[in-house]
């Protein structure tokens, strides 16, 4: 079936630009993850959502990023006022997040986001 | 604080030898994952180990656990050149439905 897919798979843009990045989990999976990952690092956790709770931000960096997830389903990261030091590789993960835990996580290919 | 941590963070081996990744964590938990990254590539699930004493193998990759040492190890034996990659454990603290992630091991195995 359909894995997770992430869009744009490459993200150019300018210092002080805003951009979206969007995230299609697999079709009934409640938890959605987004992660941040810079090049040669392990992952760093952004924020969660889990069907209609609201959502974990506590690993948001800044009050420049937010996410929304729609309908349960398609997610958006939205970075505002890009900086350089926000280059890195986005990724999206979603789960069934049954019986109490997360759940394999199950990743997208990512967005490289490069702010010149 | 939850730390992950696993060691080595890079590794340089030989086709045909056997090692070990290690993956010590610091709060209670008895589920922990290990996740495959090739480079340029996104993470792949390898391993969910679920409880005490867990076990799982698949190929020449064998990863177990032991809840009370927080430790998780995964071994490579008779390591072959495909099975390099950088290698993560996550862990998640009990009932919290979010993973804490090691820092990864970068493994290269040379013809």
């Known amino acids: 079936g359909a894995g997770v897919s992430q869009s744009p798979s490459n993200k150019v843009t300018e210092k002080g630009k805003d951009v979206e990045l969007r995230c299609d989990p697999i079709?009934?999976?409640?938890?959605l993850y987004w992660y941040r990952q810079s090049l040669g690092q392990g992952l760093e956790f952004l924020i969660y959502?889990?069907?209609?709770?609201?959502?974990?931000k506590s690993g948001l960096p800044s009050d420049r990023f937010s996410a929304e997830r729609t309908g349960g389903s398609v997610s958006t990261l939205t970075i505002q006022r890009t900086q350089q030091e926000d280059s890195a590789v986005y990724l999206c993960?979603?789960?069934?997040?049954?019986?109490?835990?997360?759940?394999?996580?199950?990743f997208g290919p990512g967005t490289r986001l490069t702010v010149l | 604080e939850l730390k992950v941590e696993q060691n080595p963070l890079f590794l340089s081996m030989q086709e045909g030898k056997n090692y070990t990744i290690y993956c010590n964590y610091s709060?209670?938990?008895?589920?922990l994952y290990w996740y495959r990254q090739d480079p340029g590539k996104s993470l792949e699930s390898l391993f969910v180990?679920?409880?005490n004493g867990a076990v799982k193998q698949e190929g020449r990759l064998m990863a177990s656990l032991d809840t009370k040492a927080r430790l998780s190890t995964l071994h490579i034996t008779a390591a072959v050149h495909d099975l390099s990659a950088t290698y993560f454990c996550?862990?998640?603290?009990?009932?919290?439905?979010?993973?804490?992630w090691g820092a990864g091991t970068k493994l290269i195995i040379k013809p």
């Open positions: 996550a862990v998640e603290p009990d009932s919290n439905y979010q993973l804490i």
């Open positions: 709060t209670t938990s008895d589920r």
């Open positions: 180990l679920l409880s």
């Open positions: 079709s009934g999976h409640t938890a």
């Open positions: 993960a979603s789960s069934l997040s049954t019986g109490g835990f997360t759940d394999t996580q199950y």
């Open positions: 959502f889990q069907g209609n709770s609201a959502p974990d």
